[in-house]
């Protein structure tokens, strides 16, 4: 069986680039997840990103390659790393949660100075209460 493995990181939007890039990150995102059997949730509250994402463990080292090389985003920090039984989004590629509301944006702050399976449980815990785009 492929073992599968996550990784949870969180970044800031690089400067020069405009919030709209967003939609089309995402977009691209999606369909080379498709490919990679790489699924799921991409949160951005108009600054900071907080990515979760899945897949073979090949293939989520590889995306892990080329996020830490895009310009587009900035400090990124990898916050949780780690070995999964079985793939906690079934449904997207990528969903994409974008939320302004400030108990929402509070909790992604704080979660970009966790670490480890904290930072993973705050990031899990935050999943229901986002509307997700997928
Ligand atoms: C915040 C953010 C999230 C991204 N998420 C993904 C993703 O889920 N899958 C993906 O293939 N690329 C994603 N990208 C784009 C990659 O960094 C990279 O540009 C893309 O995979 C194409 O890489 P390549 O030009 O080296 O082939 C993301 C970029 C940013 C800034």
Redesign the pocket.
Known sequence: MTELHEILYC?L??PDQPTE??GQ??S??????AT?G?T?L?V?DGMR?C?H?EGPRKQVLG?LN??E??P??TEMRVVYEGELLERRYQRF??GLAQTEDDAEREDIAILQQLDGAEALERFLALRPRLDIAG
């Open positions: 970044s939007l690089a890039i967003v990150i995402v691209q995102a999606r369909a080379r997840n990679e790489i799921g991409l951005f990103f990515q994402f995306l080329r996020l090389a895009d587009r985003h590629e990528m």
